[in-house]
């Protein structure tokens, strides 16, 4: 039997361009899942450098890295304050006219 070896995936390692990450962050906040949302945020923190981040959005790192985790629950500020530091060019697209 031939053995199969399996590699640990980083998503974080394939969004290099902010183009990516943009089109990365757009496709998780369609399914509008906070969580997801909030660990897809700390997935394009690790693509730009999580310290560097963290730095930026006048953070810890740790502090990041904890609210930004698959358990954590990041307050709105926080949300906003990294946003804000990756810089992507949000714009908000609703789904259904008011």
């Known amino acids: ?9 980083d998503a974080a390692e394939l969004l290099g361009s ?8 757009s496709e998780i906040m ?3 899942d906070p969580s997801e949302i909030a660990q897809a945020i700390g997935t394009l923190a690790r693509a730009r450098g999580m310290t560097v981040v963290a730095r930026e959005a006048g953070m810890g790192r740790e502090s990041l890295y ?5 358990e954590g629950n ?17 714009s908000v697209n609703p789904r259904h006219p008011a």
């Open 30 to 32: 369609e399914g509008g």
């Open 74 to 90: 990041p307050e709105f500020g926080t949300i906003m304050k990294v946003l804000g530091t990756l810089g992507l060019g949000l």
């Open 18 to 25: 902010a183009e990516a990450q943009a089109a990365y962050l």
């Open 1 to 9: 039997m031939v053995a199969t070896r399996t590699f640990a995936f």
């Open 66 to 70: 904890k609210a930004l985790g698959g």
